[in-house]
Every structure is written in C-alpha cells, then in structure tokens.
C-alpha cells in the first residue's frame, strides 16, 4: 500500500474516534437490537444527539453492517449542522438502508405513526420531519437543508360558512431518487413520483402523480409542474466526471447524457462509509 494512502487512512480513522458520540451510539443501539445485533453498531452518533422521547421503535431491515445509519454527520457544510439532532420515537422509525441523517435534525414519530426513510438516502442540516400518521421516504432520495416534511395541519380549521372542519391529516409519499431543496415545505397529502426535483422554498401539497408521470421539476407555492422529466444526479463518480468535462471545456454549457432513468437505477455509491 502506498505510504501516503496508509497514512491518509489512519488520520481518517483518528478523526473519526473524535468525531463519534459513543455514549449515544451505544445507548441506542442496545436500547433497539438485539446483543447480537447492537455490537455491530448499526447506528453511530455524531456530535450531541437529543432525546426527547424513545418510548417507540427504531427498524432496520436488510444486512446489518457498522455504521449503516449515521445520525449527526455533518454532509453539507451548512451552520445550522452543528446543531443537535432531535429525536421524538414514539412510534415506528423505520430504515431499508444506508442512511445519512445531518446535524440540526428534528425527527418526531408520534404513537400511531410511522416514518420509513428509503436506503442511500439523505436528510441533511435542519430538517424537520414530523409525523402523526405516515412519512414514506423513497430509495436514493435526498431533503436538504432546513426543508420540513410534515404529514398533519396539527390544529384544525372550520370553514365559517359551511361549519365543516377537515381532517389534519394526511400520509406523505416521496418516491425514489427525488431532490427537495432547500427549506421547501411538503404538507400532508403529498405525493411525489420518482425522481422529482422540487425547488427552492416550494410548497408541495397535493398528489403529483396523477397520470403516471416521473422525473417531475416542481416550483413555486403552491408548487406546479414546470417541466418533465428530468433526474438529479446522486452519484458522487458521475459529477466527478461533469466537473471535469466543465472545466476542460469552460465554453460549453450543457452535457448529453444518453443513460436512461433504469440505468441509473442500477447504480449505486460508496459515499455512506464511516470515514
């Protein structure tokens, strides 16, 4: 092994020794799985974890391995990372999967609901996610900073006129390989097909899928559909490869791709290790 690789590797390791809350990777993971289990370590802490309420469960289905759900990590660079996580686990918190959750989340599972976070996918710095009833959250995909997903109005309104008052509630589905940026909203009752992209400070509240589209670009508050299909790329290997085509070629501005939407479902990256 190259000396300089070898060294690199073993400050990574160091680092990572720091950076790690034992006391809370330990704790939860014995609190949730079985001995056999929680000496694998399928969670690790960073930073300050808060626990308000662990009354529920936390599930991870599929192989178990170290570090296969990453709370506290920082993944954007962002202020409000430095932040605790807060965790409110009076129901079922579930993961299929690698899964990076950021500083400065908040995740509240009341007691007759569920959130299940798809495998390989983020929910980065400041994120709020609460649900009374049901939060799905598919494969791949990505909630960046300082958005909020909430599956409930919380209180209820009466329409003055009629005297009828409506549900607050109503389930979240965001599909797989979708992109909500920064601080947008997606209120109850939403539903995204794959590989959506929602905008900056959008707000989703309805059902998207209607008519079996994907790859939708959705903007604007309420959010509308302003072109489809597109697909963000998650793949650390593939931008590599953009960044370098742009900057050899500071003239051009676009790049063909010819892969489909399948292709790239195949693929898969290497960015969930622990250091």
């Known amino acids: 092994m190259n000396i300089r690789k070898y060294l690199g590797n073993k400050k990574r390791q160091f680092f990572f020794i720091l950076r790690v809350n034992w006391t809370k990777t330990i704790w939860l993971n014995f609190k949730y799985f079985k001995p056999t289990l929680a000496i694998q370590l399928p969670i690790i802490c960073y930073g300050k974890i808060k626990a308000?309420?662990?009354?529920?469960r936390i599930n991870i289905?599929?192989?178990?391995?170290?570090?296969?759900?990453?709370?506290?990590?920082?993944?954007?660079?962002?202020?409000?990372?430095?932040?605790?996580?807060?965790?409110r686990v009076d129901g079922s918190?579930?993961?299929?999967?690698?899964?990076?959750?950021?500083?400065?989340?908040n995740i509240a599972v009341g007691s007759d609901a569920n959130i299940t976070i798809g495998k390989f996918s983020r929910i980065c710095s400041g994120v709020y996610l609460k649900a009374i009833k049901s939060i799905t959250i598919g494969d791949f995909t990505w909630i960046t900073a300082e958005s909020i997903v909430m599956d409930s109005d919380i209180h209820y309104v009466?329409?003055?006129?009629?005297?009828?008052i409506k549900k607050n509630t109503a389930p979240i589905t965001i599909g797989n390989y979708c992109w909500i940026v920064m601080r947008s909203v997606i209120s109850k009752g939403a539903v995204?097909?794959?590989?959506?992209?929602?905008?900056?400070n959008s707000y989703v509240n309805k059902d998207y899928s209607v008519g079996g589209k994907i790859g939708l670009f959705l903007a604007g508050s309420p959010a509308r559909e302003i072109v489809a299909p597109v697909q963000y790329i998650p793949y650390l290997?593939?931008?590599?490869?953009?960044?370098?085509?742009?900057?050899?070629?500071?003239?051009?501005?676009?790049?063909?791709?010819?892969?489909?939407?399948?292709?790239?479902?195949?693929c898969t990256h290497n960015d969930f290790k622990l250091y």
Request: charge should be neutral; glycine fraction near 10%.
């Open 61 to 87: 289905s599929g192989i178990i391995k170290p570090g296969l759900i990453q709370i506290g990590k920082d993944i954007d660079n962002m202020p409000i990372s430095a932040l605790p996580v807060r965790l």
């Open 158 to 164: 009466k329409n003055i006129n009629t005297g009828i």
């Open 52 to 56: 308000f309420s662990l009354k529920g």
């Open 93 to 105: 918190l579930n993961f299929t999967g690698p899964c990076i959750i950021s500083g400065g989340t």
């Open 192 to 200: 995204l097909p794959d590989y959506s992209i929602v905008a900056r």
């Open 237 to 266: 290997e593939k931008e590599g490869i953009l960044n370098n085509y742009f900057k050899h070629k500071p003239e051009a501005n676009e790049y063909t791709d010819t892969k489909t939407f399948e292709e790239y479902s195949n």
